[in-house]
Antibody, heavy 118, light 106 residues
Framework: EVQLVESGGGLVPPGGSLRLSCAAS????????MNWVRQAPGRGLEWVSYISASTRTIHYADSVKGRFTISRDNAENSLYLQMNSLRAEDTAVYYC???????????WGQGTLVTVSS | IQLTQSPSFLSASVGDRVTITCRANEGITSYLAWYQQNPGKAPKLLIY???TLQSGVPSRFSGSGSGTEFTLAISSLQPEDSATYYC?????????FGQGTKLEIK
C-alpha cells in the first residue's frame, strides 16, 4: 500500500524547535520529489517546502525561510522538517506529500498537528 | 503566483452541474491541480495537468483551461461531493494554492 505517515508534532513554546518526520512506503521514495504543506486551524492549504529526489534542489515559502530546514534520507525512505524559532502563526496541521504526476501531490500523509503556544 | 478561486462558497442540489474557477495572476501553462478536502482529512488529488483525471476519481469531475484561467466542473452532483476544493499551481516556486471553495449539497 502506498503510504506516507507523519510524526513528531506536538505542543512547543514560541521560539522553540520541533522536528517532523514522514515515513514513506509502497513506492520508490528515492525517485520522487517531496513537499511539506500546512493548514492552520480553519484555514486553507499553504505550501511550505520542496526537496527534489536527489536533494539537489530545495525551496521554501517566504514565511518559513531561514527558520525551517527540509531534508530526506533515501536509504531510510524518510522525509524531515526541522522547525526552529517557532511562532504562534506556525500552528497548523503539517502534511507531507509527494508529486508524481506533473508535480501534483498525489500521495498525502494523514498530517501531524504542531501547536506553538506558551 | 496568486491563485483566486470563485466562488468561495457554493450551494447546489444533488444532480446539479457546478463549476469552480481558478485564476492565476500570471501564466502557468497547464501546471494546475485540483484537490478535494473533507473536514479532518488530507486533501485528495482530483485533476492534474489542468485536465487529466487522477486514477480512481469519478468521471463526473473534469478540468479545463490553460494559461491563467482554469475550471473544475462537477456534473451530476452526489452527496459525497460536499467538501472544500482547492486549486494549486506547480508551474514555479513558491508553489501556491487557491483560497478554497466550500461546496454544500442542499
Amino acid at each position: 500500500e502506498v503510504q506516507l505517515v507523519e510524526s513528531g508534532g506536538g505542543l512547543v513554546p514560541p521560539g522553540g524547535s520541533l522536528r517532523l518526520s514522514c515515513a514513506a512506503s509502497g513506492f520508490t521514495f528515492r525517485s520522487y520529489s517531496m513537499n511539506w504543506v500546512r493548514q492552520a486551524p480553519g484555514r486553507g492549504l499553504e505550501w511550505v517546502s520542496y526537496i527534489s529526489a536527489s536533494t539537489r534542489t530545495i525551496h521554501y515559502a517566504d514565511s518559513v525561510k531561514g527558520r525551517f530546514t527540509i531534508s530526506r534520507d533515501n536509504a531510510e525512505n524518510s522525509l524531515y522538517l526541522q522547525m526552529n524559532s517557532l511562532r504562534a502563526e506556525d500552528t497548523a496541521v503539517y502534511y507531507c506529500a509527494t508529486g508524481r504526476f506533473f508535480d501534483a501531490f498525489d500521495i498525502w500523509g494523514q498530517g501531524t498537528l504542531v501547536t506553538v503556544s506558551s | 503566483i496568486q491563485l483566486t478561486q470563485s466562488p468561495s462558497f457554493l450551494s447546489a442540489s444533488v444532480g446539479d452541474r457546478v463549476t469552480i474557477t481558478c485564476r492565476a495572476n500570471e501564466g502557468i501553462t497547464s501546471y494546475l491541480a485540483w484537490y478535494q478536502q473533507n473536514p479532518g482529512k488530507a486533501p485528495k488529488l482530483l485533476i492534474y495537468a489542468a485536465s487529466t483525471l487522477q486514477s480512481g476519481v469519478p468521471s463526473r469531475f473534469s478540468g479545463s483551461g490553460s494559461g491563467t484561467e482554469f475550471t473544475l466542473a462537477i456534473s451530476s452532483l452526489q452527496p459525497e461531493d460536499s467538501a472544500t476544493y482547492y486549486c494549486q499551481q506547480v508551474n514555479s516556486f513558491p508553489y501556491s494554492f487557491g483560497q478554497g471553495t466550500k461546496l454544500e449539497i442542499k
